[in-house]
C-alpha cells in the first residue's frame, strides 16, 4: 500500500499497490493526488509531504524568483514530473518565502534538488538541469538507494 499527500488540502491518501496511483483522487477535496506538474510547497506542507509519503519518493526543488539558473529550470522540472509520477511526488519550495525550511534543509545554492524516501535525504544535487538529466539523477539515486537496502 503506497500513500501519498494531496497537493491541494494536505490529506494523506492510500493507494493499492495493483491500483494505478496517477489516476486517484483525493478522498478528501476530490482533487487529483497527482497532476503531471510539481506542487508549489510551504515548509509545513514539506513536512507533511515527507513525514506522510510511503512507498514513493519525494524530489524537492529548492528555487527562488530572481535566481536566473531556477527560472531556467523550472519549465524542465515540470517536464520530469509528467515522466516521474506517480513513483516520485515533484515538489517547489520557495527558498526567499520559506527561508527557515531552506535552511533547515542545509541548503547553500539554487536551484538545488532534494530527493527523499520515507522523509529522509537519499541524494542532493545544486545547479541547473535539463528534464533528462533530472530524470536520470533521480533513476539513478533511488535504483543506487534500493540496492543498499
Partial sequence: ??????????????AP?????????????GEK??????????GAALAAHRASTKGAAVLLDVW???????RTMAPEFAA??????PGVRLLKLNADAEPD????????????LILFRDGQ????QSGA???????????QALAQTQASA
Fill in 121 to 124: 535525504i537519499i541524494a542532493r
Fill in 33 to 42: 493526488l497527482f497532476t503531471g506538474k510539481p506542487a508549489e510547497v510551504t
Fill in 1 to 14: 500500500m503506497r500513500q501519498f499527500v494531496c497537493p491541494h488540502c494536505r490529506a494523506v491518501n492510500r
Fill in 129 to 139: 538541469m535539463r528534464a533528462d538529466q533530472i530524470v536520470a539523477w533521480t533513476t
Fill in 17 to 29: 499497490d495493483d491500483k494505478n496511483a496517477a489516476a486517484a483522487k483525493c478522498g478528501r477535496c
Fill in 101 to 112: 525550511a531552506s535552511s533547515a534543509l542545509q541548503v547553500s545554492g539554487i536551484p538545488a
Fill in 80 to 85: 520530469a514530473a509528467e515522466r516521474l509520477e
Fill in 64 to 70: 527562488a524568483p530572481w535566481c536566473g539558473p531556477c
